[in-house]
């Protein structure tokens, strides 16, 4: 079992920053790909960035150029720093961490952190 535990969340004003971060308790982001997804109130949980093993990184449309996703892994945390934010980035963010072929499938959550974009 892999237990994530997700921090760095809370309030920040429009155009503010905030840096989350995900730490694993074994160190499997040399082969996972970590992720962060987010939810907000009365939506379903949408897909926010990933970096693969090999250090690809992916992201929604709405934070392109805004955020970025980064992985340490002599620390095994992977990371979200959040630029510019808007009151639209306001939700629970949750790590993920997730490995597939065709014999296994892994997937592991985070409890969740809570930003909140608002003046």
């Known amino acids: 079992q892999v237990q994530l535990g997700d921090s760095g969340g809370g309030w920040v004003q429009p155009g503010g920053s905030l840096r989350l971060s995900c730490a694993a308790s074994?160190?499997?982001?040399?082969?996972?790909?970590g992720g962060w997804y987010r939810q907000a109130p009365g939506k379903e949980r949408e897909f926010v960035a990933t970096i693969s093993s090999g250090g690809s990184t992916n992201y929604a449309d709405s934070v392109k150029g805004r955020f970025t996703i980064s992985r340490d892994n002599a620390n095994n945390t992977v990371y979200l720093q959040m630029n510019t934010l808007k009151p639209e980035d306001t939700a629970v963010y949750y790590c993920n961490a997730q490995y597939n072929n065709r014999l296994v499938n892994y997937d592991y959550w985070g409890q969740g952190t809570q930003v909140t974009v608002s003046s």
């Open positions: 074994r160190s499997i982001f040399r082969i996972y790909t």
